[in-house]
């Protein structure tokens, strides 16, 4: 049995949506060639695949002024949230509190990840008003 699609990008239509969401709208070429930097790729494959994710709706196509002009359909915010979302659920069975843990755990965080990361949280924390008439 054929799974269902998933709304989420694959891993190389999301390589894709980051050179239409870094640049803005861009033909063929272009994104064929921001591609290029980190492997070899060919334009046949980089045209099947913005057809495909225009069929998903991750891109847009427009007629420009030397053929197609390709963007990002989806916003790259929502798209990183439902990634992450997806892993969280998939990896950690759907605690974030697991997957920090882990990336602490295993010590993928440099001092300088955790220096930012207490920052995030006491800046959070100072935003949130007390709860039930407790002060801070």
């Known amino acids: 049995m054929a799974r269902p699609p998933s709304g989420q990008p694959t891993e190389g239509e999301l390589e894709i949506l980051k050179v239409l969401w870094r640049t803005g709208p861009a033909g063929l070429g272009a994104v064929r060639g921001a591609l290029q930097g980190s492997r070899p790729v060919a334009s046949t494959t980089v045209a099947t695949m913005l057809k495909l994710m225009a069929e998903k709706g991750l891109v847009r196509r427009e ?26 659920d998939l990896a950690f069975e759907g605690s974030a ?22 920052r995030m949280l006491d800046a959070r924390r100072a935003k949130r008003p007390p709860k039930g008439g407790e002060r801070s």
């Not at 509190?97 to 207490?118: P, V, W």
């Open 63 to 88: 007629d420009g002024p030397k053929g197609y002009l390709w963007s990002a359909a989806v916003d790259e915010g929502a798209t990183r949230s439902g990634l992450l979302r997806k892993l969280v």
């Open 97 to 118: 509190r697991r997957m920090i843990a882990h990336l602490f755990e295993a010590g993928d965080l440099s001092d300088q990840d955790r220096a930012a990361i207490r």
